[in-house]
């Protein structure tokens, strides 16, 4: 943040004027999404919102609705520049939508394993450049509107295992080279706002305690000016984390902040003037949002808009996420003009598996599903066409949410209505109540201003649920602190002896029991009276050890609980006599929002349930079969080698089943590529031997080794390579070059792209780098410098370039403590349709040596 005289001036004027406690209390929130705000001297609260994948608005679970997006990983299979600005606009629309004035992303990790539970959610797979990039331009889109970005987690937040304490031990190299990558490309090109720090330790030292990460390299090497905020209650000291560089501890109320820090000057443990520093900084954010000028307008409700000409660009943006994996028969685009019958199939075909889980999901404004998307766009063309469904095998994680036959007895509406207590017994009348569609019931925001942290409470939530059927149906519940689950006033779950030693599960983030499950008898038709109770946790009482670090903590509450009716038909059967009956199969595979989630990692790389049978046996009985997977990270796909056709279609958001539907009957050429590997296994993965550590510690042993880099220097086959997408048109890529031979400090790599198929498309160019004279240290076979999306109608011929700078040059040699490119080195530039099929090369060489620090 560039101090302009204006801003420096009421910065400097609000220092003078502000209280030691004011200042110290403007370093902490006020409430879970909320900063301080000093009213009598005219500053102003900022909101925090989550993203990435849209503006789920100040409410964790059941807020309002709000767009939502393809997820990052399918943005970044897009390698689209302009697709992700154009979400970045949409998103700015929504954040003001919420009231809110900073954004929680975009989130720019790399993929370090396929089991990474976040993956969905980072812009960055294999490669950093790729990443970083995506990131500048969601972040340029978002903030020209005047809206904070905050890029996370600063740094390498890679795993869900352990996050709060994890150590991990990385090497220099491997972090200039590869984890520090985007946020350094994202903070050259675009101006972010806020940085979050990550919850977990890197080589010994907390994240939010770093002063080598969040003052030496951000702001020092990098001149980053804005702020640095804390994951929520991701701060691990009081003074240091001041003196680090972290300037905000959210959420609030202030936990290791607030009181804490005034003490801390007070007793000489630090100096205000110290503090002063980190509070320019949030006064500076207070009025680069501009909100200074309105500091007392009261906050306005948030508004859900669903606006046509998103959902028209969401269409459009999850479409070209859709990676095309084999079309070996040409099944596709499909030909339905002939055909009678048409199956969708798989426990993923009639739902809406839009989203990851986690921070990032919301409440979307609509839902759509792969089966009655296609049935709606098919009926107008195809109205003879039959469309059939099956659900092949269950899938799930956790015994699913409530049905829509559980309904509120307050408004009769889907969902449950939800009592507060403030006390542990669920005595007197409740203090506050709402309703909840979702079971998931969450006790986290949006309580009264009574319920402070520490302060234990009690909740009720009741429904009536009448089940379709008769039979032995399963209920279970996992709860974060005491929980029951009643039936007709009959306890059937009871949790109720937890205490804050009990085992956790990863149900609720993480946060909850294991999944305690039970049968009953019901009968459909029947109405049953269902009361969930608890009682919120009992917090460790926070230190307070002004110099030392501290541990996280953490108000998350609430229970999940789930009911599901007894399965008596032979899903497998009925998919297999489906199948067969039909002229085609569309296979709706994948994982979904309870597989992959922030909070865990995944402990396999295969489809859960019984799907790879499933598709085994799909296969057998119709060999018209289209595999479409739904997932964030790369699966093993035993079936591979008789699937004739397989498209990757991520989580696509409100405009997953358009989406789908315009790539199978080709209203698009699919021109997603895969922005991370496809290994065969997990064992091929470079981070094999090392994800997710043991005992808090995890060794980033593959060095600078990750993704492509790896496959290549091992000559490891991986199942589909990086930068892999097919089309249902052709490419050819003619004369690549550059500039010029001697690199100049801007060097342009240019390659001619004719489409030679007979349909329009566009191709995401590649251009890799590789050092061909001997390099001073182990360098990758070729790394990503540089990407161009072109969009060419048949015949048609365009140019694909890129500006090469010195950053595709040089690699980081610790003992130099810099970036490094040796002496007269020689270097070849590849334009690729992957990184396994490059389609021409450039020579260029350096004159001299270049040597930089950041
Ligand atoms: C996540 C952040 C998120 C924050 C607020 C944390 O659990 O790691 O990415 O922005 O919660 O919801």
């Not at 302060?455 to 008769?470: C, H, I, M, V, W």
């Not at 969009?791 to 980081?812: C, F, M, W």
Request: proline content about 5%.
């Amino acid at each position: 943040m560039q101090l302009t005289p204006d801003m420096k001036s009421w910065v400097e004027s609000k220092i003078e004027e502000l209280t030691l406690e004011e200042k110290a209390f403007l370093l902490s929130g006020v409430d879970i999404w909320r900063t301080h705000a000093v009213p009598r001297l005219g500053v102003p609260q900022l909101k925090t919102t989550d993203g990435p994948v849209g503006v789920r608005g100040g409410t964790m679970v059941d807020g309002t609705t709000a767009a939502l997006t393809p997820s990052a990983v399918s943005l970044s299979a897009t390698w689209d520049v302009e697709v992700v600005a154009g979400i970045g606009e949409l998103l700015a629309t929504e954040v003001r939508d919420k009231k809110a004035d900073i954004l929680l992303a975009p989130t720019v990790c790399l993929h370090r394993s396929p089991l990474g539970g976040r993956n969905f959610e980072s812009f960055s797979g294999d490669d950093p450049f790729l990443g970083g990039k995506l990131a500048a331009s969601y972040i340029n889109a978002v903030e020209k509107h005047g809206i904070a970005t905050t890029i996370k987690h600063f740094a390498a937040n890679d795993q869900e295992t352990r996050r709060f304490v994890v150590d991990q031990v990385i090497s220099d190299r491997c972090l200039r080279e590869l984890h520090l990558v985007p946020f350094q490309i994202a903070i050259r090109d675009s101006n972010p706002s806020c940085v979050m720090a990550s919850y977990s330790k890197m080589n010994g030292v907390y994240a939010s305690n770093n002063k080598r990460l969040l003052t030496g390299i951000l702001r020092d090497e990098w001149k980053f000016d804005g702020i640095v905020m804390s994951d929520w209650f991701g701060v691990n000291s009081i003074v240091p984390s001041v003196e680090a560089g972290l300037d905000l501890e959210m959420p609030g109320p202030a936990r290791k902040r607030g009181k804490n820090l005034v003490d801390a000057v007070n007793k000489g443990y630090m100096m205000e003037s110290t503090l002063n520093i980190n509070v320019r900084r949030v006064l500076g954010l207070i009025y680069k949002t501009g909100k200074y000028k309105h500091p007392l307008k009261e906050e306005e409700p948030e508004v859900a808009s669903n606006r046509p000409e998103h959902q028209a660009f969401l269409r459009k943006a999850a479409s070209e996420g859709i990676v095309l994996l084999k079309n070996e028969k040409g099944l596709l685009p499909l030909k339905l003009e002939k055909a009678k019958q048409v199956a969708f199939i798989g426990p993923n075909a009639r739902e809406s598996v839009a989203a990851g889980g986690g921070s990032a999901a919301l409440n979307p404004h609509y839902r759509q599903n792969p089966h009655d998307s296609f049935v709606e766009n098919a009926a107008s063309m195809f109205p003879n066409l039959k469309v059939v469904h099956a659900k092949g095998c269950l899938a799930n994680k956790w015994i699913p949410l409530f049905p829509k036959t559980c309904v509120s007895p307050k408004n009769g509406k889907h969902g449950m209505y939800m009592e507060y207590f403030d006390n542990t017994l669920l005595r007197g009348p409740a203090v506050h109540a709402s309703h909840r569609e979702s079971t998931v019931l969450s006790c986290y925001d949006n309580l009264p201003k009574s319920f402070v942290p520490g302060k234990r409470y009690s909740y009720r939530a009741t429904g009536l649920l009448t089940p379709k059927t008769s039979g032995r149906h399963t209920f279970s519940m996992g709860s974060c602190g005491p929980g029951r689950l009643l039936v007709d006033k009959k306890v059937i779950i009871n949790i109720w002896n937890r205490t804050k030693e009990s085992e956790r599960s990863e149900m609720f983030m993480a946060y909850a029991s294991p999944e305690v499950r039970h049968d009953l008898d019901m009968i459909g038709g029947k109405t049953y009276l269902i009361e969930v109770e608890g009682v919120s946790r009992e917090l460790d009482p926070i230190p307070v050890h002004y110099t030392n670090e501290l541990y996280r903590d953490e108000i998350m509450d609430g229970s999940r609980v789930g009911f599901t009716e007894e399965v008596k038909d032979d899903l497998l059967g009925e998919a297999v006599d489906l199948a067969k009956e039909s002229d085609l199969v569309v296979l709706v595979v994948g994982k979904n929002i309870e597989w992959e989630s922030e909070a865990y990692d995944m402990k396999s790389m295969d489809l859960p349930g019984g799907q790879d049978e499933l598709i085994l046996q799909v296969l057998k009985a119709n060999q018209n079969s289209i595999i479409v997977n739904q997932s964030g990270s790369p699966i093993t796909m035993p079936w591979v080698d008789q699937a004739s056709t397989i498209l990757q279609t991520w989580y696509q958001g409100q405009e997953l089943g358009n989406s789908l539907w315009d790539v199978l009957v080709g209203n698009i050429s699919p021109c997603g590529k895969l922005p991370v590997t496809f290994p065969k296994r997990l064992e091929d993965t470079p981070s094999f031997h090392n994800f997710p550590g043991e005992n808090d510690r995890v060794v980033y042993g593959e060095g600078i080794w990750l993704g492509y880099r790896h496959y290549d220097k091992a000559k490891v086959e991986p199942l589909f390579p990086f930068g892999f997408g097919l089309s249902y048109t052709k490419f050819e890529y003619k004369n690549t070059r550059v500039s010029s031979e001697v690199f100049k400090d801007k060097t342009t790599v240019s390659v001619n792209i004719t489409n030679v198929g007979r349909m329009s498309g566009k191709e995401s160019v590649q251009f890799y780098v590789s050092q061909t004279s001997r390099p001073g240290l182990a360098r990758p076979i070729k790394e990503l410098k540089g990407f161009a999306k072109v969009d060419l109608k048949p015949g048609e011929t365009k140019t694909a370039s890129y500006v090469l700078d010195k950053y595709a040059l040089g690699y980081y040699d610790e003992k130099k403590r810099s970036w490094v490119v040796d002496k007269d080195a020689q270097f070849e530039v590849h334009a690729a349709a992957s990184s396994r099929d490059i389609r021409g090369s450039a020579k260029f060489r350096v004159s001299g040596t270049m040597q930089w620090i950041n």
